[in-house]
């Protein structure tokens, strides 16, 4: 367990929104018609997975389990309620198949919902270790090239690829030797994306433009570009990287391909106003050299500064570099400046906006002695109660922008993300839901 972090009326006041949203969000009819009724969430289209940790079912167990520890009064109902809903989640892999082995859909995701639980139940154990021995099986999943080929995004992210997948299964106590190989294969593959062909100079984290998500890519990488953000980018796999480090797994290239990743955090980085920011990504020129960009990306958790920083503190706690720490203290606190200044405009999500800050903030002021860490979790706690109110249906909304006002009840995109920031920064309760965006 964690301990609490803010206290007094704004520490009551956080309780009770945390308690109000988790309340609206134990109801699944509830949940299911709100969802009906609102417009489709762009950054989750499609039918809602119950078997989700980021999207789904899944993580609304995790935050009913989360409330229980939370001392509330509710602990009982709520306990009751995370194992019905998580029995929800897991039974509806027999109709829907879980997609992959990663974090936000897949089984990585759906394990550790269930690790959470199966700590101190066994009743979980049967369906977590099935779920082991799915992970355990590397079919699906791409060998390490031995060309200069690169890696898709979705191959080593956090989200669906390797870096998250890595990030669960280094959580497990005792992995049995199938899980130990399966570790060391995905940190064969970070490696691997983070280093050089046999005759290239430059690694393998390229995103050429035949990849590119939407055609707009074009306009701003027109000849490929290298991925910063922590979602989705070279963040991802430095920290998971880095984790796996600090657990003892030592592989062949490995602290080359650690150092190649801060390296190229380290050079993206440029200053403005208020210290260290990145850009979304790093284009590439005609000729394939980095072409230095110094338009921000967003303030957030999946691109920009706070998620950046959030990867090189991980590094730094796993090399033991004091200089690195420095860097990636000084750089949050940049970001920190920039949020308070309202820079950029932000959703009260833990994806885009200011929950997902909240969480990094929370790892930044109990892990370092940054004094604007800690003086700025009431400031952040308040203004993101400002943005929820009982008069939404899940007591806050996803905003993508003035008129998109969407009522999401998820962990990544939505209300209970919220709740979980809310829960951890008020009462005393477990911190490893944290380990879903790779911040801790």
């Known amino acids: 367990m964690g301990r609490t972090v803010i206290d007094g009326p704004l520490a009551e006041q956080a309780r009770r929104t945390a308690h109000l949203i988790t309340s609206r969000l134990a109801d699944p009819e509830y949940v299911a018609d709100r969802v009906a009724a609102s417009i489709e969430d762009p950054n989750t289209p499609g039918p809602r997975q119950a078997s989700s940790l980021l999207a789904g079912d899944a993580g609304l167990a995790l935050l009913l389990r989360l409330a229980s520890e939370a001392g509330s009064g509710s602990?009982?109902?709520?306990?009751?309620?995370?194992?019905?809903?998580?029995?929800?989640?897991?039974?509806?892999?027999?109709?829907?198949?879980?997609?992959?082995?990663?974090?936000?859909?897949?089984?990585?995701?759906?394990?550790?919902?269930?690790?959470?639980?199966?700590?101190?139940?066994?009743?979980?154990?049967?369906?977590?270790?099935?779920?082991?021995?799915?992970?355990?099986?590397?079919?699906?999943?791409?060998?390490?090239?031995?060309?200069?080929?690169?890696?898709?995004?979705?191959?080593?992210?956090?989200?669906?690829?390797?870096?998250?997948?890595?990030?669960?299964?280094?959580?497990?106590?005792?992995?049995?030797?199938?899980?130990?190989?399966?570790?060391?294969?995905?940190?064969?593959?970070?490696?691997?994306?983070?280093?050089?062909?046999?005759?290239?100079?430059?690694?393998?984290?390229?995103v050429p433009p035949e990849d590119y998500p939407l055609p707009r890519y074009l306009d701003e990488y027109p000849y490929g570009y290298v991925n910063l953000g922590l979602a989705h980018g070279i963040p991802g796999p430095l920290a998971a990287l880095s984790l796996a480090w600090r657990a003892g797994h030592r592989r062949p290239r490995m602290r080359e391909a650690i150092g190649n990743a801060i390296t190229l955090l380290s050079s993206a980085a440029f200053r403005d106003d208020f210290g260290a920011d990145w850009p979304t990504g790093v284009p590439l020129d005609p000729e394939g050299r980095h072409a230095p960009t110094r338009h921000p990306a967003r303030t957030a958790w999946c691109y920009g500064a706070p998620g950046i920083a959030a990867?090189?503190?991980?590094?730094?706690?796993?090399?033991?570099?004091?200089?690195?720490?420095?860097?990636?203290?000084?750089?949050?606190?940049?970001?920190?400046?920039?949020?308070?200044?309202?820079?950029?405009?932000?959703?009260?999500?833990?994806?885009?906006?200011?929950?997902?800050?909240?969480?990094?903030?929370?790892?930044?002021?109990?892990?370092?002695?940054?004094?604007?860490?800690?003086?700025?979790?009431?400031?952040?706690?308040?203004?993101?109660?400002?943005q929820c109110s009982e008069d939404l249906a899940f007591g806050v909304q996803n905003t993508e922008g003035p008129d998109l006002r969407i009522d999401n009840p998820d962990l990544l995109c939505g209300a209970a993300g919220v709740a979980a920031a809310l829960w951890t920064v008020s009462a005393s309760v477990s911190r490893r839901w944290q380990r879903a965006l790779l911040i801790a």
């Open 75 to 206: 602990g009982d109902h709520w306990r009751r309620t995370a194992h019905e809903t998580l029995v929800r989640a897991v039974r509806s892999t027999h109709d829907t198949p879980l997609a992959g082995h990663g974090i936000v859909a897949g089984s990585a995701g759906l394990a550790l919902a269930l690790s959470e639980f199966a700590a101190d139940d066994d009743r979980y154990r049967r369906p977590l270790d099935s779920l082991h021995a799915r992970l355990a099986d590397p079919s699906g999943t791409r060998s390490v090239p031995e060309t200069d080929s690169h890696v898709r995004v979705g191959e080593y992210d956090v989200l669906q690829g390797a870096a998250g997948t890595l990030g669960y299964l280094l959580t497990v106590p005792r992995p049995d030797a199938a899980l130990r190989e399966r570790i060391e294969g995905l940190v064969d593959t970070l490696i691997s994306l983070c280093t050089p062909g046999p005759t290239a100079t430059e690694p393998r984290w390229v």
């Open 311 to 386: 990867a090189l503190l991980v590094a730094a706690g796993a090399l033991g570099d004091d200089r690195l720490r420095d860097f990636a203290v000084a750089a949050f606190e940049a970001a920190l400046r920039r949020s308070e200044a309202h820079v950029h405009a932000v959703s009260p999500t833990i994806c885009h906006g200011l929950a997902g800050l909240l969480a990094i903030c929370e790892v930044f002021a109990r892990t370092t002695d940054s004094a604007h860490a800690r003086a700025s979790l009431p400031v952040l706690t308040r203004r993101l109660l400002a």
